[in-house]
């Protein structure tokens, strides 16, 4: 069993301090309307944006209820500032819900752009908005579901089941060699030049350590000596939780790459990585990427500026 060594890393999007006030979900007046209530429109992984004259976002949080009359359920977020924040996820364009005007913004773009109040309130609109996208009927008997517990509960109408939101577990990890190269590897889905560390779903019945270790063995065939928790952050797309880790592998560093999963995969020193990213060879994730933290802890600062 590989090692657990610390410590932490401070990682991006993993906020604290939010008023998410969970114990008034259970009171149906907080998703009344009313003077105090502001709403966050969602689609599919974006969220209603306003933009300054100086470029800066911000969310968009009407003071109309959007839905003009359309059944798509509300989520309360929590309390900013004593206002109540509400989710609205549209599920398609819509002469109801969809304004024009309304500027959608796709988070995994600019999160790294926002407050972070405001990126915390978007990333779990987002994950809820997917939540209640997928889940419109009930799994068991395939009745309809009315939400309940400010959004956070979906019962069905027939069997009364309650159903709740789902977080799927990911590692990921920068795998290193005893010579403190790191691993980089582009996935077969990923665009051109893109590169990152690796990373995969945790299988039921696994813990996060063996999670490591089997990816890292399955996409490039290396074992996995001493694993480093680092920390975790919401990744809502659709509706997962990262969980970073450093790795270390000992002995033959030779790479066998999984077939139709991992297009290509090379050791970087720090100074190839530099070179490789001065001649435009290799494109990193962006810095709201827990990815992208790992690739600039190794580094010993912003791999790319």
């Known amino acids: 069993?590989?090692?657990?060594?610390?410590?932490?890393?401070?990682?991006?999007?993993?906020?604290?301090g939010s008023d998410r006030d969970a114990l008034s979900r259970i009171d149906p007046a907080m998703i009344a309307p009313g003077q105090d209530a502001r709403y966050l429109v969602t689609r599919a992984g974006e969220a209603a944006m306003a933009e300054d004259e100086d470029g800066s976002l911000h969310l968009a949080l009407e003071t109309e209820d959007p839905r003009r009359g359309a059944q798509q359920p509300l989520v309360?977020?929590?309390?900013?500032?004593?206002?109540?924040v509400l989710a609205v996820e549209i599920l398609e364009p819509s002469a109801e819900i969809d304004d024009p005007g309304r500027d959608l913004r796709d988070l995994r773009r600019v999160a790294e752009m926002l407050e972070p109040a405001d990126a915390d309130l978007a990333l779990t609109a987002v994950a809820m908005g997917a939540w209640h996208r997928s889940m419109r009927v009930c799994p068991?008997?395939?009745?309809?579901?009315?939400?309940?517990?400010?959004?956070?509960?979906?019962?069905c109408r027939e069997d009364g089941t309650e159903h709740f939101p789902r977080t799927d577990p990911a590692v990921i990890m920068a795998?290193?060699?005893g010579e403190d190269r790191l691993l980089l590897?582009?996935?077969?889905?990923?665009?051109?030049?893109?590169?990152s560390v690796l990373a995969g779903f945790v299988e039921p019945g696994e813990s996060l350590e063996s999670a490591v270790a089997r990816e890292v063995a399955e996409e490039v065939g290396l074992r996995v000596?001493?694993?480093?928790?680092?920390?975790?952050?919401?990744?809502?797309?659709?509706?997962?939780?990262?969980?970073?880790?450093?790795?270390?592998?000992?002995?033959?560093?030779?790479?066998?790459?999984?077939?139709?999963?991992?297009?290509?995969a090379r050791w970087f020193t720090r100074d190839e990585l530099a070179a490789a990213l001065a001649a435009e060879e290799v494109e990193l994730p962006g810095t709201a990427s827990l990815g992208r933290a790992l690739i600039d802890d190794w580094y010993g600062g912003p791999a790319a500026v």
Not at 7 to 15: Q, S, V
Not at 140 to 155: A, D, I, K, M, T
Not at 185 to 195: D, L, M, Q, S
């Open 1 to 16: 069993m590989a090692k657990l060594r610390g410590p932490h890393l401070a990682t991006p999007l993993t906020l604290l």
């Open 76 to 84: 309360l977020l929590g309390r900013r500032h004593g206002l109540r």
């Open 140 to 155: 068991r008997c395939g009745q309809g579901l009315e939400p309940e517990v400010g959004g956070w509960v979906l019962r």
């Open 175 to 177: 795998v290193r060699d």
């Open 185 to 195: 590897a582009r996935n077969a889905n990923f665009r051109g030049r893109f590169h």
């Open 225 to 264: 000596d001493e694993v480093e928790y680092v920390g975790s952050q919401p990744w809502p797309f659709p509706r997962s939780l990262m969980i970073g880790y450093r790795a270390w592998v000992p002995g033959s560093v030779e790479l066998t790459l999984q077939e139709d999963e991992i297009a290509e």
